[in-house]
T-cell receptor, first 114, second 113 residues
Framework: EPEVTQTPSHQVTQMGQEVILRCVPISNHLYFYWYRQILGQKVEFLVS????????KSEIFDDQFSVERPDGSNFTLKIRSTKLEDSAMYFC????????????FGPGTRLTVL | QQQVKQSPQSLIVQKGGISIINCAYENTAFDYFPWYQQFPGKGPALLIA?????SEKKEGRFTISFNKSAKQFSLHIMDSQPGDSATYFC????????????FGTGTRLTIIP
């Protein structure tokens, strides 16, 4: 069964450093999302992406965040200057076109900012 | 108005019993209500989903009950098994799931022998 994959599984970085989280969505999916989950809390929406542009973004997704689909398979989330409060699990999700399909989540990247 | 409220926060059920988790929403524009199951260290996995044109949907041991007038929906797990021990999130979305998911706060379910 096709699945969303994410790399790395765990990223440790120093405050102020840039990180790039990578996702490979399911191959025929055209809608892409990033969510995050702070330890013990609910999953929160960050951004949605379709047709090579951002469809919607949350208040969390400020100027420090950016997304990109650099080729036909990868979807990346970049945090320019990480803060301690960016420590969380980051989940990528993808969805096919059509009203019957839901979002399928990857296993996540645990980001730890020291 | 975008919130989805979920209860209880944690739930302990004996093996073979019925687990019930409840959610309530405020935004009447929501029209897609999935439930996700999450095991430690893993991403949320879709369990079952419902749209407001039906009041109940059943898949195996899992049933969603939906009350449009009360703006509430619930997950029932029949014959609960130790393998069902996980965190369950309800969620809601507009445009039949085309838009972002708004998640509830999660319920940690533990099934005891």
């Amino acid at each position: 069964e096709p699945e969303v994959t994410q790399t790395p599984s765990h990223q440790v970085t120093q405050m102020g450093q840039e990180v790039i989280l990578r996702c490979v969505p399911i191959s025929n999916h055209l809608y892409f999302y990033w969510y995050r989950q702070i330890l013990g809390q609910k999953v929160e929406f960050l951004v949605s992406f379709y047709n090579n542009e951002i469809s919607e973004k949350s208040e969390i997704f400020d100027d420090q965040f950016s997304v990109e689909r650099p080729d036909g398979s990868n979807f990346t989330l970049k945090i320019r200057s990480t803060k301690l409060e960016d420590s969380a699990m980051y989940f990528c999700a993808s969805r096919a076109v059509g009203s019957t399909d839901t979002q399928y989540f990857g296993p996540g990247t645990r980001l730890t900012v020291l | 108005q975008q919130q989805v409220k979920q209860s209880p926060q944690s739930l302990i059920v004996q093996k073979g019993g019925i687990s019930i988790i409840n959610c309530a929403y405020e935004n009447t524009a929501f029209d897609y209500f999935p439930w996700y199951q999450q095991f430690p260290g893993k991403g949320p996995a879709l369990l079952i989903a419902i749209r407001p044109d039906v009041s109940e949907k059943k898949e195996g041991r899992f049933t969603i009950s939906f009350n449009k007038s009360a703006k509430q929906f619930s997950l029932h797990i029949m014959d609960s098994q130790p393998g069902d021990s996980a965190t369950y999130f309800c969620a809601a979305s507009k445009d039949f799931g085309n838009e972002k998911l708004t998640f509830g706060t999660g319920t940690r379910l533990t099934i005891i022998p």
